[in-house]
């Protein structure tokens, strides 16, 4: 796709991927060179690897605060972590108890997971959420019985930034004796997360999400709670994820992990600043422009907006030729062609969904690159409403 | 993923807009599916002597009703009744696959207009009968 503003390159999809830390990416380094032992060895090299392994270990669980470092269990990434939360609780409890709650605005790394479970005996009730996404309590407590062995909630949805009560579904799951999934991959590192304050069993966190390299998560898995592991072989990981650890990758997550630590308060107050002046600027100056999900119980990187009478692709492709690079919920940016499952979840309708925009910012977007993107979006918005056939009088009511 | 053509189309499409006392209408698609457009003829000794589009959706459906406004215009009715998707799409330089059926109504929505058309006509003869 052309950039016809050849000086503007501003990436603004930071929940699809962000750059690496150079400060991760430099404490990576020496484990692909010189200390490429085997965390598994008892020689000088294999220790060398272990300390290494142990002290990203901890740093994760300090950014989660996790009691324990051994809580923490690194996998290849946030749809590994939640195959292993769900399936690993469901076949290791299938005696107690068969029935799996989750939300309607879950990762399809969540979704997935639980409709295959649904094909091998298990019964998942997926839990509506009201126009802002959040998780209806009422229904949980409804849903929750003797045979509900796992409940399975998104920390913060990543479409559209809504935080989930997080403590209020953990003190109803507990009540009912169920186990608490929290997948935190979008929320990991934006804004305060306590495993133990929270009560929450499992975790899922991701390290790309906190500016660390792709292809390396980790789960919590709280004390007492008990998982079938999905990975057969050597018993690494306590024997939950077996496999020769990716070394690097694990050392530039606990980098990533500590840099998120130290820098979180600041950088969630400058994003949220950031934040709140994008979604003004995108939807004042524009009539029939709307916020998808909360005003202010959302993600500090979240700006999710949606335009009557166009699409969002057609969108997408207009800021891409003035070099701005975001996201939309349109079926015709997915490969199912179907409009994003959170966006309809809310209630939004399907031609509502498809004129949705997101943006998610990141450590490297400045107020110049909210505001350049602000300023593109009138003329554009205006050109395809020109083109489109759809007027205010057609709107559903 | 879009051919430069695509692009061109999507950045300047050709014939935007309506008109007014147009021969004939056809609309295709729905906006549930996220694809919707009306082509909108005017008709002079059976050639397309005028098209005009309107279209909500992605950048392909865009660009094809663009394109194909520019293949039809000046074609008798027959003529035009023969342009098919695969056409639309090749002289686009190729669509992407996932786009082939869902966005690549143009040809239909033109077939509908001419349709229309024939409609209007065969209702203005029975009046004067």
């Known amino acids: ?397 | 993923m879009y051919t430069e053509k695509v692009m061109d189309h999507f950045r300047n499409p050709r014939n935007m807009g309506e008109i007014s006392d147009a021969d004939g209408v056809g609309t295709v698609g729905n906006p549930v599916c996220g694809d919707l457009m009306t082509i909108y003829i005017k008709v002079k000794d059976n050639r397309l002597e005028d098209i005009k589009f309107k279209t909500f959706g992605c950048g392909s459906a865009i660009a094809t009703s663009s394109m194909i406004t520019e293949l039809a215009k000046g074609k008798t009715l027959e003529e035009g009744l023969q342009i098919t998707r695969a056409n639309v799409a090749d002289s686009l330089g190729g669509l992407p696959a996932v786009k082939m059926h869902c966005s690549n109504l143009a040809a239909d929505a033109l077939h509908a207009a001419i349709e229309d058309y024939y409609k209007k006509q065969k209702a203005t003869r029975e009046v004067k009968k």
């Open chain 1, 1 to 397: 796709m052309p950039n016809l503003s050849k000086e503007k390159r501003i990436y603004m999809d930071n929940a699809a991927g962000k750059p690496v830390d150079s400060q991760a990416v430099e404490a990576m380094l020496p484990y692909m060179k010189s200390s490429y032992g085997n965390p598994s060895s008892l020689h000088l090299f294999g220790q060398e690897a272990k300390r290494a392994l142990e002290e990203a270990r901890m740093k994760v669980a300090e950014l989660i605060g996790a009691e324990k470092k051994d809580s923490v269990i690194f996998t290849s990434g946030a749809t590994e972590s939640n195959n292993l939360a769900i399936k690993g609780i469901a076949y290791r409890n299938k005696d107690r108890g068969t029935r799996i709650l989750t939300s309607s605005v879950e990762h399809m790394s969540v979704v997935n997971p639980c409709k295959y479970l649904g094909t091998k005996g298990f019964e998942t009730v997926f839990l509506s959420v009201d126009k802002y996404g959040f998780v209806d309590l009422e229904s949980l407590e409804k849903e929750l019985n003797d045979k509900t062995v796992l409940v399975t909630i998104v920390y913060a949805n990543s479409e559209i930034g809504t935080i989930e009560p997080v403590k209020e579904i953990s003190k109803r799951v507990h009540s009912k004796g169920a186990i608490l999934h929290v997948d935190a991959t979008a929320a990991c590192g934006q804004i305060p997360i306590s495993v133990k304050e929270e009560g929450i069993d499992l975790l899922t966190i991701s390290s790309n999400d906190i500016y660390g390299p792709k292809g390396v998560g980790a789960l919590y898995v709280g004390e007492g709670i008990r998982l079938e592991p999905l990975v057969h072989g050597g018993g690494q990981e306590r024997g939950l994820r077996s496999g020769t650890e990716n070394l690097p990758g694990i050392v530039g997550f606990g980098k990533a992990a500590e840099i998120a630590k130290r820098g979180l308060p600041s950088e969630s107050k400058r994003l949220t600043k950031l934040r709140d002046r994008f979604i003004g600027g995108l939807l004042k100056p524009i009539p029939y422009s709307f916020l998808n999900g909360h005003p202010t119980l959302r993600l500090p990187d979240n700006v999710s907006v949606r335009y009557s009478f166009i699409e969002g692709e057609s969108m997408l492709l207009s800021l891409g030729m003035m070099g701005v690079y975001a996201s939309s919920g349109s079926a015709c940016t997915a490969k199912t062609l179907e409009p994003s499952h959170v966006l309809l979840a809310i209630g939004l309708k399907h031609e509502e969904a498809h004129g949705s925009l997101m943006f998610t910012l990141g450590k490297q977007t400045t107020e110049e690159d909210v505001d350049y993107a602000i300023s593109l979006m009138p003329s554009i918005v205006k050109r395809l409403r020109e083109i489109s056939p759809l007027t205010p009088k057609e709107l559903p009511k």
